[in-house]
T-cell receptor, first 118, second 113 residues
Framework: GAVVSQHPSRVICKSGTSVKIECRSL??????MFWYRQFPKQSLMLMATSNEGSKATYEQGVEKDKFLINHASLTLSTLTVTSAHPEDSSFYIC??????????????FGDGTRLSIL | RKEVEQDPGPFNVPEGATVAFNCTYSNSASQSFFWYRQDCRKEPKLLMSVYSSGNEDGRFTAQLNRASQYISLLIRDSKLSDSATYLCVVNRNYGGATNKLIFGTGTLLAVQP
């Protein structure tokens, strides 16, 4: 069964809305979670690494004030897309690493959130 | 140049065919290697890890050549259900305890009846 739960799976909202996406590890503690974005016909691009109890580490070109990440507990990380615009429409996927099972699965992925900004 | 390069395809093959995907990576510090499968509008799922000694899982065989920085995936007796995008993925340590997965753009496979 799923070990990482991501919610919501689909969001459609108006331009200017802020959207929060949750990522939960279900049966393990994740000190590190990852947020990816995938545009159509492109690969997953890492946006940021979410660290429990400390600031997220953002990849080059990703605006930290636009994509707010909070990792307040060992099982939950949230990504908030602030004042979303149509160009933010994408497939957002989170993942978490379980140190106990790394050799079998380097990262467990959530089901993804398809965000559409009108 | 992308850190992980793949032929985007599509590869259109008949059922039962054998198909091979190739991937190259540019950073010699890459530590571990994987093939993932991604179905349309879904999250990627781990297909198999890749080792220098080669590894096989049923109809799937993966191979790593560290000297050439080249990774391959062979699918034998392809099934309709194999139709998906196959992602070549490398894992690299960026200092400290952080390992990152770097994804290739994926190769689209369409198995035809």
């Amino acid at each position: 069964g799923a070990v990482v739960s991501q919610h919501p799976s689909r969001v459609i909202c108006k331009s200017g809305t802020s959207v929060k996406i949750e990522c939960r590890s279900l049966d393990f503690q994740a000190t590190t979670m990852f947020w990816y974005r995938q545009f159509p016909k492109q690969s997953l691009m890492l946006m940021a690494t979410s660290n429990e109890g400390s600031k997220a580490t953002y990849e080059q070109g990703v605006e930290k004030d636009k994509f707010l990440i909070n990792h307040a507990s060992l099982t939950l990380s949230t990504l908030t897309v602030t004042s979303a615009h149509p160009e933010d429409s994408s497939f957002y996927i989170c993942s978490a690493r379980d140190p106990q099972r790394y050799s079998n699965q380097p990262q467990h992925f959530g089901d993804g959130t398809r965000l559409s900004i009108l | 140049r992308k850190e992980v390069e793949q032929d985007p395809g599509p590869f259109n093959v008949p059922e039962g065919a054998t198909v091979a995907f190739n991937c190259t990576y540019s950073n010699s510090a890459s530590q571990s290697f994987f093939w993932y499968r991604q179905d349309c509008r879904k999250e990627p799922k781990l297909l198999m890890s890749v080792y220098s000694s080669g590894n096989e899982d049923g109809r799937f065989t993966a191979q790593l050549n560290r000297a050439s920085q080249y990774i391959s995936l062979l699918i034998r007796d392809s099934k309709l259900s194999d139709s998906a995008t196959y992602l070549c993925v490398v894992n690299r340590n960026y200092g400290g305890a952080t390992n990152k997965l770097i994804f290739g753009t994926g190769t689209l496979l369409a198995v035809q009846p």
